[in-house]
Structures are given as C-alpha cells and as structure tokens.
C-alpha cells in the first residue's frame, strides 16, 4: 500500500517536473528578428522544486490531504449564530446597524478607501445579479458581461446624445438588457446547459466586437468619455454648474467646493442600488418563481411533468439576471465617466462567476462576502495582482472539488406551518 | 477568369487551410463529449500549449544549429504532441475525474476555471505579448493571370493540408481498427454498460483525453508555423471556434468534426473576403446559434433520444 | 359514462425500432387500470408518449374529450394528466415541503409585481399553497419532515412525497410508473391502500405499470398486458390470470 503510494507520488512529480520545465523552466525571448530559448532563473528553479515537492507529498500523502480538506475547513455557521427565534428578533436590529454604519464610515476614511467601496459594492450587484442566473436556475451564462456593457453603454449614449439624466436611464438600462437577455435567450435557452455555455460565452464576444468596430456610434476602442455623473435632484457635484443658472451641491448648501463630495455621493448611491438589488432578489427567491428557478436546477425533467414551463422559467432567471446586469452597468458608466470595450472581456464575466462559485452557489451572504473578499484582496496585495487571475483559476478547480457548494452554502428557508 | 473568382479561389484554399486545423481540435471536443458527455473548456488552451511547445522546440534547435528543416519539424512534433497530452491526462486526472457523477454544472466550472488557469500560467512563465518565428516554410506556386489576380498556394498550406489528412485517416483507422479504438467507441455508446463488461473506462476517457490533446498539439504546431505568431490568449477564440466546429458537425462524431471544421473555415474565408474580417467572430457565432436552433444534432450527428 | 382517457393506436418508433405498436387503452373515472408486461415492453414508453416526453409517431390519445397527442409535457400535465417516475425524480436539495409547493406553481399568482408587494391576494394564494400542501403531507404521512432536505428521506417516504407531489396538483388521472419497485411488503401493503384511498375518496383514476402481481391482481379494475411494444391482452385480473396467451409471455413456451 505504501509502496505503491510511492510509486504514485515519483510518479505524479515525474509529470508535474515535465510539465513546469516546458513552461516555467525554458521561456521564448524575441531578440531583434530572432527567437531565443532562455533557461529560467535560479529563483525560477527553486520555484520549481518546491511545487514538485509538493505534489510529491500532497500524493504520498493523499489519503491524508483529502480527509483533511474534506473535513475541517467547513465553519459551523449555524453553531455560531444564536437560536432560530432570538436571530428573527434580532435580524432587524442588526440589519439597521449595518445600514448606519455603512452610511456614516465614507465621511470618516480616504477618498481611495471608498472609491473602492463603491466598486465593491459593483461586484456585489453583478454577483447577485449572475446568482440569479447560476446559482439559483442553474444556468452557465459565460457571457454575462455583455449585458453589463449593453447597461453601461445605454447610460453612456442616452446621457451623450440626448442628454438623459442617470435616474431615467437607470431603468431603461436594466430593461435594455433585460431585452438582450430576453432575445438571447429565447433562442438558446431550449438547449441543454453545457450548449447555453458556450452561446453565451460567443455572445459577450460579439459584443465586444460589435462595440469596437461600430465605431460611429460606439467610439470604438477609444470608447466613450465624459459621461454625466449622476445629480441629487439636479444639484450637480462639479465645482462649476455646466448649464447656465443651475446650481451646484456645494453652491446650494453653501459649503467649499470638495471633489470627495462627488466619491461619496456615488457610494451612497451604490449602496441604495444595492440594497434595492438584496431586497428584490430576496423576495424573488422566496416567490413561486424562485421556487421554481430552484427546481429547475434539481430535476428539469421532473419539473415539465409538474406542469412547468422550463423555457419561461429559465428566459425569467436569464432575463432578470441580465437586467441586474444592466443596472450595474449604468452605474458603473456613470462612476467612470468614461467606458471602452476593454472594461467588458471575458475575464470580467470569469470574476464574477468565480465570485458567485466561491461564495456558494444560491446564496446571497456568500456571494456579498465572495465579492467583498475578490475585490479587496488584490488592492490590498498589490504585487499579488499580476497572480490575481491566476488565482482565480485555480481557486474555481479546487473549489469544485472539495466544497463545489461555496465558502457559504445556501441556507433552505425554515417554513412555518399553520396545522 | 475574373479577379472574383479568381479571389474567391484564392480564399478556398486559404478557408479550408484554416478549417482543417480547426477540425483538428473538433476532434479533441468531439471525443471527450461523446464519452462523458462533457464540454472541456481547456481543450483551446491545449492547442496553445502544444503552439508554444513546438515554437521553444524549433528556437531551440535553431539555436544549437540545427539546419535540416524535415529534422527540425518533426522533434518539435514530437515534443510537442508529448509535452501536451501530458497536460491533457493531467487535466483530466486532476480537475475533472474526481467530479464524476456529480452535477453536471461542477465538471463544466472547474474546466472554465482550468482554462484561465492555463492562460495565466503561460502568460506568467512565458509572457502576456506576442512571440514571433521567422517563417520557416517559405514559397508556393501561383496561377492565374498575374495582371487581374494571382491565386498562391504556398507549401506552408500543402503540408497543411497533408498533415491533417494524414492524421484523420490514422486516427479514423485507429478508432476503427485497434482494440483501444473498439472500446473508445464501446464508451460513446454506452459508458456505464462498457464498465460493467469489464473495460476500465477511465483509460479510455484518459486516452481520449490524450488523443485530444496529441491532435490539438499538431493543430498548434501547423497554425504556428503558418502564423508565425502566438501569445497566451489565441487558445480562447480557436476553443470557441473548434467547439463551433464540432457542434456543426454533429458533437460526438469524428467525421463530422472534420467536416464542421472545413464548412467552419471556408465560411469564415468567405466572410472575411466581402467584409471587414472582425466580422468573421460574429459569423461563426451566428453559425453556431442558427445549427443550434434547427439542427441541435449537427451535420452528422444522431438525434439524442432523452431518457426518462 | 364517457371515458377519461381513451387511447388508439399508439405507436412510437425510433428510427427502425417499433417501441410501442398500436396500443389501445381506456381508462374510466375513479378507475384503477394496469399495464402489465415483460422487462423491455414499452410500458414506460407508453407512459412516455401519454404524458407528453415523447411525441408518439401515431395513434390518439384522448383525455377528457381532448385530443392531447402532439401537445408538451407540461401541458398535458396542466390538463390533469399527471406521472410520477420509475426512479424517484424529487428536488432533492430542497425541503419537502418546498417540492410541495413548486407543484402547485400554475396555480398560483405569478406576476411580479404581486409578489414583491405582497398584496394580500398574493399572501391569500400562498396560505392557500400551504394549506394544501400541508393537507397532502398528511395523508401521506409525511408532515413531521416538512422541513427536511427531499434527498435525506428513506426511500419509501421519497416515493410516498413523489405520489403527494402529483396530487397537490390536483390531477384526474395518475400514472404511476413502478411504484412499488424498491419497497418492503409493509410499505407495499401501505402503497396498496393508498391507491384505494385516491380512487374512492378523491375519486381520482389510476393508471399504473408494476411488476408487483400481488398488488396489480388486488386493485386494479381493469389490467392491459403488452409484449414488445404490442397489446397482448386485456381483461379484469381473473380473464387476465388464465389467459394462456399471458402465461406463455411470462413462463414462455413449455
């Protein structure tokens, strides 16, 4: 048993040396005209040695490793929490709490710490919003950026074009990509779920393509610039009103001119966006719709012979994930003031479903958590950026195979029962 | 003849250049789902691998002098093919056997995940811009008149050609002849049957895996050298591309891999010759929705039967 | 009296394959019929193209007046045609009583807008839901688990939640598909009256597939055997016990 355990770890470092030498070990270096194979560095060989030593004893050691994986790292969540009726008394009262905090720590840090507070919570509505569509109806949409970026470039055009303002375009931005979801899925949504992948991992690259070449309208790669931020009921946070005789927020209340109003501003309203997001979202899940997204994903077979239609149900998921997608989109052009198709590639749409994998598919806690957790750690980890994606990957591959249902699983709702 | 056809000739031979490569990594998408019925995300990362293998394989030797080209070619073949089915049994054995049976939404992330992985991986060892090869395989024959439009085809695209076919009838004659061959289709029929009959089906999924790979591995090699370019990211849209191939043909059958990928390349060739070539992405998508949508089975595939 | 479902002529190839081959069924109210027959007859293909999974390749299939050949599952369910599965088929990572209410889904208020207010209609239709659901669990002895995961009950409650699931649909006719495969004679006895119970007191009709002779020869009022996809005969249980042409497809030839 133990020899052959070592036969298996030689084994799995032999494989592990071979492939880390053609990669890590030997690298391509352009030298005027010329191809040039360079060895790696010493720092790069030891680098080496110490991931093969590591399979080498993460194999001999498997039995131990998959126990030990299996096992502890599961937080005993609902120990930690007080009993089922103290928690109903008390959920109000922490909810307030948070809210409170939330609202006054902004006037109390840096500029930088809230700006990335409000990308943050960004992540949170694109998370919420991919939940819908993944977590719950158990959909792979690997496309799900494209229907932030048809949000975002609705505000973008509608405010450049016509002048719009952020409030009445937030709406027609999630219902713009409410209709893109629609029209995609009404199509592909009949397909089986590996084929729905792939059509909507297409999807978000044609409109990346579409944005960059439509350059007439779009701007193309340059993108569009100088956006109208959002204003509190036509006070405008600039330190000169652009229009003649409108008043700015800080002329109106009659204080200096600080451009940390605006930062603040624009958290705030991410918050209330996102708190609008939670609430709609929560009561969806406890909905029959909710319900039957759910159900979907159990057994769809089961599901059609209850009398469900499975392409409505699913086009529901697919189109309100979407349109939460749009929502974040409006805001985020409007945070930016300025969007290019670069802010919308594939590797946007595989954050956020890492974020939706890692913090357990279906539940909203976890999902916050995992987007608070994937946005702040690379800031704080600066020179962990360059591994950020990396990361990522990985942390998908061995999510899925140790704890597949996230860092917070999903909690069944307790019903009560009037006998 | 006129400068048209003459062009549209022109884009033919270049069309189904492309598309025999693509069908050459149809081929790994094709077998893998016939199987476990899975779609393996990594599969374009493979095809970049196996791309930059043989590049470090030819740098290499050209820089120890080596100068018999046919030598050249075929040790970075072999390396290549070597190096990268070691990274598709890898894959498969670390990021997908352990998922088994479970649901299938759990294999398919762990694979997108397994993808970006293999992108930053390369793109962190190697670097995130493009490296170039001078081209190796140079000149051609050209017809037609020189003063309307001269077709060329280049040597680069005969061996091409030549190659792909070669590996299609060996592999065609591999899954109908050999034993492994037997059980590989054994499998696509009926895994959980082919198991109870005594085969061990996870080698032949790790073979198929392998198979995959070595196939994708040829496809980087030739699209390497015909480009001259790689950088860590063009497994992504050829992924996309070869999966399109696949589903147009029929997914789970080889031959219709083959021809999805031909019809696939010569579409696009088209595309690109009468509009701006950015298009060609949104034609092939557009491809893939519009066979989705009427013909789910492809070109060659048999109609899945649901079992309830 | 007219009938509730009235079958003729079914067929369902596959490609080459004949399944199922002009088969005719007629089901009364508040009648319990079975369908008998060798391992790899067709019955559940029969079930299959009955309740809309398979669009059969011929024949009629009429349900209260209705032709419903050629419509969708879930249509032919809504209409009051109701299965269950030859492997137990629950959301199994929801709670029990979770399953109970996702059935009643087309009963209930759907729109949007209703539910995110709470409009009193809204609340009304889910109390409704409940009562419901809560009255179902009960009959099958299921109410102290209302609260647990589908997939950790013991298999006989899972089947018994499967039959509960159909009936808060409020269906006229259930299929049952094998569902006596896997029990113990006590829950057999039990599944025995429970059938009973669902035609005489909720008046409802019962078309089953079992292999169970004990079970299908006590309750059914009506048996079908089929053989490779073909009616072989049809008769009550005593014309079908002493059938030779069924003896000779069970025992086969002597």
Known sequence: ?419 | MTETSLYVIQQLINGLTIGSTYALIAIGYTMVYGIIGMINFAHGEIYMIGSYISFIVIAGLLGMGFISLPVILIVALIVAVVIASTYGWTIERVAYRPLRGSNRLIPLISAIGMSIFLQNYVALSQSSRDVALPPQITGGWTFGDPSVFEVSFSYMQLLIWSATLLVMVLLTLFISRSRMGRACRACSEDLGMTNLLGIDTNRIIALTFIVGAALAAIAGLLLGLYYGVVNPYIGFIAGLKAFTAAVLGGIGSIPGAMLGGLILGVTEAMTSAFFPSEYKDVVSFGLLVLILLFRPSGILGKPEVEKV | MSLLLDVNGLTMRFGGLVAVDHVDLAVKHRQVVSIIGPNGAGKTTVFNCLSGFYIPTDGSVVFNGEQVAGMKDFQISRKGLVRTFQHVRLFSKMTVIENMLVAQHRHLKTDLISGLFKTAAYRRQEQEAMDRAVYWLREMDLLEFANREAGNLAYGQQRRLEIARCMVTQPELLLLDEPAAGLNPNETKELDELIVRLRDEHEISVLLIEHDMKLVMGISDHIYVIAQGAPLANGTPDEVKNNPDVIKAYLGEE
């Not at chain 1, 999630?174 to 009404?186: P, Q, R, S, T, Y």
């Open chain 1, 1 to 419: 048993m133990m020899r052959k355990r070592f036969y298996n770890a030689i084994f799995a470092s032999g494989i592990g040396f071979i492939l880390t030498c053609m990669m890590v070990g030997i690298s391509l270096n352009t030298e005027g005209t010329t191809l040039k194979v360079e060895g790696a560095s010493a720092a790069q060989w030891t680098w080496i040695g110490i991931g093969i030593s590591l399979v080498f004893l993460s194999q001999l050691f498997a039995g131990q490793v998959d126990a030990f994986l299996g096992a502890v790292p599961k937080p005993q969540l609902s120990k930690l929490l007080p009993e089922e009726g103290k928690r109903a008394m008390l959920k109000p009262w922490l909810l307030a709490a948070l809210l409170v905090v939330m609202l006054v720590w902004p006037f109390m840090v840096s500029r930088g710490s809230v700006d990335l507070a409000t990308l943050t919570l960004i992540y949170i509505m694109l998370g919420l919003g991919l939940n819908i569509v993944v977590g719950l109806a158990g959909l792979l949409d690997l496309g799900f950026v494209a229907f932030y970026a048809v949000g975002a470039y609705t505000y973008a055009l509608l405010s450049q074009y016509f002048g719009m303002s952020f409030w009445a375009c937030l709406p027609l931005s999630a219902g713009l990509a409410a209709l893109f979801g629609f029209l995609l899925g009404f199509p592909v949504l009949r397909l089986r779920g590996d084929y729905l992948a792939i059509v909507t991992l297409g999807f978000g690259e044609i409109i990346r393509i579409l944005l960059n070449n439509w350059t007439s309208v779009t701007g193309g790669p340059s993108g569009i610039s100088g956006i109208a931020k959002p204003s509190l009921f036509g006070l405008e946070f600039t330190r000169r009103a652009k229009e003649e005789g409108a008043t700015t927020f800080h002329e109106f209340f009659g204080i200096d001119y600080s451009s940390s109003y605006k930062v603040i501003f624009l958290y705030l309203i991410a918050v209330i966006l996102v708190c609008f997001v939670i609430y709609v979202i929560n009561r969806l899940m406890r909905m029959p719709i909710g319900r039957a997204w759910e159900a979907l994903r159990e057994d769809e077979i089961a599901c059609r012979s209850l009398g469900l239609n499975r392409t409505m149900i699913k086009l529901s998921a697919f189109t309100i994930g979407a349109s939460t997608a749009g929502f974040a989109g409006a805001f985020f052009s409007a945070r930016q003031g300025f969007i290019s198709p670069e802010s919308f590639i594939f590797i946007e749409s595989a954050i956020i479903l890492a974020i939706v994998v890692l913090g357990g598919m279906g539940s909203q806690v976890g999902v916050i958590l995992a987007a608070i957790v994937m946005t702040i750690l690379p800031e704080l980890a600066r020179e962990f950026s360059e591994y950020r994606m990396l990361l990522f990957g990985l942390l998908m591959v061995v999510m899925m195979r140790w704890r597949p249902e996230g860092l917070v699983p999903m909690k069944r709702p307790h019903l009560e029962l009037k006998t």
